[in-house]
């Protein structure tokens, strides 16, 4: 797709921009730290515990927690809990993919790098035959589905881990962005540092409550995303749920984001998912942009900002588990597509496609592999597709 349409797709999404965007809070769904790497964020600089870069700007009081929201809303936390989302990081001794007993090792040129249990710590090594540096990993980023990087800190700065574990090999291979030529020296051999700007959005889209009187909180972040990531600090929300008890108040101070305008609702989740402007800001044009959703989405022909049918929650209940069944999509595409051999729908304004009419997004949303991932995700740029055709960008 040429960059002119893709610019106006963002032109139309621009115009539509939320509104109160302070009280947005950034969503979180698959996609390990490594992304920051893909989109070309990685920056010099690097960031000390004691001096964290803030981008939002609630204190700890304005949380009620996971639990305090269960009090009302207890099924759709207990569903929303076991989600990938929720599972959206970890500390790394609780990860269940790194194994018990045997290490997990990776070549790299000169380098051996390891990644092995030690008592109740995970230490991660580098080692050129003769020395080797050693550090305990902190963090787990990512539910394993297709992978999980990791995040350690040495010295007062935090690092990404230069391998990743990826489910389909059950092994380590170079986390996505990271140069393959081995490194000149073995302290660089284990990851890259990261930058304030990429440690809070890091955090920011992988755990919760991690923002402390408008900085990050490394040491006090609930692991994977809750209710506030999406829904804003919910202590205000639930002294208005006690007020309007006792004196009908009805203004709920809660952020529903399923109450957006359509391209306010795809906006809003880009902030982890990746959006139209921060795409075309990295100048990523090629199949590393393939897991950024609401940019392909936006890419598709039929994409309209100012219909309901076309979003992310059209399709996905960030409550509940990623439907992986095909043809329990058929009911979306249908909104728009009338099927033949069923009654037409008043809201239907497109035919559907003439040689199948069941599992449309096998053919019209084909998963794509991006190289070095070792997963195939699912395209959102909704086409008519043809075998061999190269990648649209």
């Given amino acids: 797709m040429n960059n002119s349409f893709v610019r106006s797709r963002a032109i139309r999404l621009v115009a539509g921009r939320w509104r109160d965007s302070a009280l947005l809070v950034l969503m979180v769904g698959f996609a390990s730290v490594a992304i920051l790497s893909a989109v070309g964020q990685s920056g010099g600089a690097t960031v000390q515990a004691d001096q964290p870069q803030a981008s939002r700007t609630a204190s700890r009081s304005p949380y009620a927690g996971a639990r305090r929201c269960a009090d009302c809303h207890s099924s759709i936390v207990r569903s929303q809990e076991n989600t990938p989302m929720g599972h959206a990081a970890q500390k790394a001794p609780d990860s269940a993919l790194l194994p018990a007993n045997a290490p997990l090792i990776f070549h790299d040129g000169k380098y051996t790098l390891q990644i092995r249990r030690d008592q109740d710590e995970v230490v991660y090594t580098a080692s050129d035959g003769q020395d080797s540096v050693s550090v305990p990993l902190t963090w787990a980023f990512g539910m394993g589905n297709a992978g999980q990087t990791y ?6 700065v935090y690092y990404e881990s230069r391998v990743s574990y990826y489910n389909e090999i059950h092994g380590l291979d170079l986390t996505i962005g990271h140069a393959k030529p081995p490194q000149a020296k073995l302290t660089a051999e284990l990851g890259r540092p990261l930058s304030k700007d990429e440690l809070t959005i890091c955090f920011s889209c992988h755990t919760s409550e991690d923002m402390v009187a408008g900085n990050l909180d490394v040491g006090s972040v609930h692991p994977g995303v809750t209710c506030e990531n999406c829904h804003g ?15 009908g108040n009805s203004d709920v101070r809660i952020l529903n984001p399923g109450s957006l305008r359509p391209a306010e609702v795809n906006e809003f989740c880009g902030k982890c998912h990746r959006t139209t402007s921060s795409v075309l800001a990295s100048n990523i044009h090629d199949v590393r942009n393939v897991r950024f959703q609401p940019y392909r989405l936006e890419n598709s022909r039929c994409y309209d900002p100012t219909d309901t049918r076309i979003t992310c929650l059209a399709c996905h209940d960030p409550h509940k588990q990623l439907v992986t069944d095909p043809e329990k999509y058929d009911e979306q595409c249908e909104a728009c597509h009338a099927v033949r051999g069923k009654a037409h729908r008043a809201s239907q304004s497109a035919p559907a496609c003439p040689n199948a009419t ?33 990648y649209p960008e």
């Fill in 233 to 247: 600090p919910g202590s205000d929300h639930v002294q208005a749920m006690e007020l309007k008890k006792t004196a």
């Fill in 151 to 156: 995040i350690f800190k040495n010295e007062g």
């Fill in 358 to 390: 069941i599992k449309c997004v096998t053919c019209h949303m084909p998963k794509t592999v991006l190289p070095g991932s070792h997963y195939a995700f699912t395209d959102h740029y909704i086409r008519v597709t043809h075998a061999g055709e190269k």
